[in-house]
């Protein structure tokens, strides 16, 4: 048989489980997967290879109406994962009415490509919604197939997966066998650490807060990191760093558990948080912090 390849790109409003499912796809935590909008930012590639396939999942960040810079840019990871899709799957949950952006709703429901409709969290629903939902959907998106899952709990993931490889073009490998994305090994570091301040701190600072790592050194038995937080006002700083520095402790803490089932090793992590004022209206730290295309 021929060798299949290509891209599979993950859309949708934020917060449907488009993480959760790429992870499910790939067997590795490459997302990071909160309760709140916005977790992803970036344009994460998951590579599933087979010995006659590779498909290349790009997970993308939830579908929303950009109101500074850094969400613009990350609107252009979502444009950019229509330009080069050969199969679009389009994830909408259980009770959602409709894509936040009218544009990119025409680009699905116009699209030349397979396009495969999930209707994600049916684990949530009961099966007189689900039948309705399943309607609702086949008027709204002709175009595409339907599918009923639930990313969480693994339900139906794997046919989704095999119709996705029936789809795919005949194609060489894009990158080679061994290789599971595309993102270098800090890149994994930061969204770690970024996970944990997502799912401990309240309100604006999640979204203030942008992590870089600037040691990573590997010894036989154990990789030093060390790693800075930025933040956008000094107020921010205090309040990552909590009381007696007990708030950041725990970032590390965690961070560094995920840190070590991820490498298969001991780490040593060290973090630190530092103003970088405004960061998120200014284009060059935007480009700095890898959010330009
Ligand atoms: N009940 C249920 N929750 C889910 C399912 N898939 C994802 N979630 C949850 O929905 C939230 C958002 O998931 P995430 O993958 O980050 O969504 P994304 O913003 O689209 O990437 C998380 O709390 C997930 O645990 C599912 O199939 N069922
Ligand atoms: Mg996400």
């Known amino acids: 048989?021929?060798?299949?390849?290509?891209?599979?790109?993950?859309?949708?409003?934020?917060?449907?489980?488009?993480?959760?499912?790429?992870?499910?796809?790939?067997?590795?935590?490459?997302?990071?997967?909160?309760?709140?909008?916005?977790?992803?930012?970036?344009?994460?590639l998951?590579?599933?290879?087979?010995?006659?396939?590779?498909?290349?999942?790009?997970?993308?960040?939830?579908?929303?109406?950009?109101?500074?810079?850094?969400?613009?840019?990350?609107?252009?990871?979502?444009?950019?994962a229509f330009e080069d899709a050969d199969i679009l799957v389009y994830m909408v949950e259980i009770g959602e009415q409709a894509l936040k952006d009218d544009a990119f709703f025409k680009k699905i429901t116009?699209?030349?490509?397979?396009?495969?409709l999930l209707l994600n969290k049916i684990d949530t629903s009961d099966q007189q919604k689900l039948e309705a939902q399943v309607q609702l959907w086949a008027e709204k998106v002709p175009n595409a197939e339907i599918y009923p899952i639930s990313a969480l709990e693994g339900f139906q993931v794997k046919e989704v997966f095999n119709r996705i490889?029936?789809?795919?073009?005949?194609?060489?490998?894009?990158?080679?066998?061994?290789q599971l994305t595309d993102k270098p090994e800090r890149f994994f570091i930061n969204e770690s650490i970024r996970e944990k301040i997502l799912l401990h701190y309240k309100k604006e600072i999640p979204y203030a807060v942008e992590v870089e790592t600037e040691a990573f050194h590997e010894e036989d038995n154990i990789i030093r990191i060390r790693?800075?937080?930025?933040?956008?006002?000094?107020?921010?700083?205090?309040?990552?760093?909590?009381h007696k520095g007990n708030a950041l402790?725990?970032?590390?803490?965690?961070?560094?558990?995920?840190?070590?089932?991820?490498f298969g090793k001991q780490i040593h992590l060290e973090l630190y948080v530092k103003v970088n004022k405004n960061w998120r209206s200014n284009q060059?730290?935007?480009?700095?912090f890898g959010y330009n295309n």
């Open 1 to 44: 048989m021929a060798h299949k390849a290509g891209f599979v790109n993950i859309i949708g409003n934020p917060n449907v489980g488009k993480s959760t499912l790429m992870n499910a796809f790939v067997g590795e935590k490459l997302s990071i997967i909160t309760s709140k909008a916005q977790t992803t930012r970036h344009r994460i």
């Open 46 to 80: 998951g590579i599933v290879n087979g010995d006659d396939f590779q498909v290349l999942f790009s997970d993308t960040p939830g579908i929303i109406k950009p109101a500074y810079e850094l969400q613009a840019s990350m609107m252009d990871f979502v444009k950019s």
């Open 110 to 116: 116009n699209s030349k490509i397979p396009v495969l």
């Open 165 to 178: 490889i029936e789809l795919l073009p005949e194609s060489p490998p894009f990158y080679p066998k061994d």
């Open 227 to 242: 790693s800075v937080i930025m933040v956008e006002r000094e107020t921010q700083k205090g309040i990552i760093i909590g």
């Open 249 to 262: 402790k725990r970032v590390g803490v965690e961070a560094r558990k995920d840190l070590e089932k991820f």
């Open 284 to 288: 060059n730290q935007l480009k700095r």
